[in-house]
């Protein structure tokens, strides 16, 4: 990803990972807009960070998603980086009757909620050099925590949808990323005293030196014992199965 001169949006940028990830892109020079469901917590960033704009969205909401994506078009025209990070995480219980609301929520939110903006603003992108789509999804998805088995899903969900738009987009300008963080110490799961946890800014100092380089997936470290839980030759195989089909597909 290019390091400076890009116009981003971040959901899910008023804490946490998002709002971490927004201050360090907007240091490096970056025309940066945060998004979130909070105003106050928004407010609290633009405070702290002149030059960075706020706007509110729901991404769990279809009419919030169309509204916000129109508005970032028609003000911000020079856009070419979505992050794709707003995020819940709660304790489920899959070997009892879920709470269905708590569950649509996690999906809503953590699945479509990306899979909807991204559509909403990818055409957009498409005319836009050095232009990125990225999404943060989480070990997780290679590794599900049974105590978190919607979340789990959805992360395992948004990262075969990745690999799919990935390789549909592999020939236009727009580079499709993935950032999976291990566990880190932010307010999800009440995790910010949790000595096991990554601490936020040195999980942020080797994220940012990995967006640098070449590489579409974004793994620290912390995270990469998990991640290689299911084999490292996942992408080639992954495009080489698509590329095989669209042959067949198409005759």
């Known amino acids: 990803m290019k390091p400076t001169g890009n116009t981003i949006f971040i ?9 971490a990830l927004a201050e360090a892109l907007h240091r490096r020079g970056n025309k ?3 998004g979130g469901r909070r105003r106050a917590q928004l407010d609290e960033v633009v405070a702290a960070n002149p030059g960075i704009d706020a706007i509110e969205i729901d991404v769990a909401d279809p009419a919030s998603v169309e509204h916000v994506a129109a508005t970032m078009i028609a003000d911000y025209p020079d856009l070419n980086v979505l992050i794709n990070n707003a995020g819940i995480m709660q304790i489920d219980h899959a070997d009892e009757r879920l709470d269905d609301a708590l569950m649509m929520a996690t999906v809503e939110t953590n699945l479509v909620g990306p899979m ?14 050095d232009a990125v789509v990225a999404y943060t999804t989480s070990v997780l998805a ?6 978190t088995a919607v979340y789990s899903a959805t992360k395992a969900a948004l990262h075969s949808y990745i690999l799919s738009q990935r ?18 110490r932010t307010d999800l799961m009440n995790s910010r005293e949790a000595e096991q946890a990554m601490p936020l ?3 942020i100092d080797e994220t940012m030196k990995i967006l640098d ?39």
């Not at 909807?116 to 050099?129: G, M």
């Not at 992408?235 to 095989?244: I, P, R, S, T």
């Open 11 to 19: 959901t899910g940028g008023g804490s946490g990972i998002g709002r």
């Open 32 to 34: 940066v807009i945060v």
């Open 116 to 129: 909807r903006l991204t559509s909403a603003l990818i055409d957009h992108l498409k005319t836009k050099p």
């Open 142 to 147: 290679f590794v599900p925590l049974a105590v």
């Open 167 to 184: 390789f549909l987009l592999k020939d236009s300008p727009v580079r499709v990323l993935e950032i999976a963080p291990p566990w880190v």
């Open 201 to 203: 800014d040195q999980f």
């Open 213 to 251: 380089s070449s590489a579409d997936e974004i793994v620290v470290d912390a995270g990469k014992m998990l991640r290689s839980n299911v084999g490292p030759k996942e992408h080639e195989f992954v495009n080489a199965f698509n590329a095989q089909m669209r042959s067949v597909l198409n005759g």
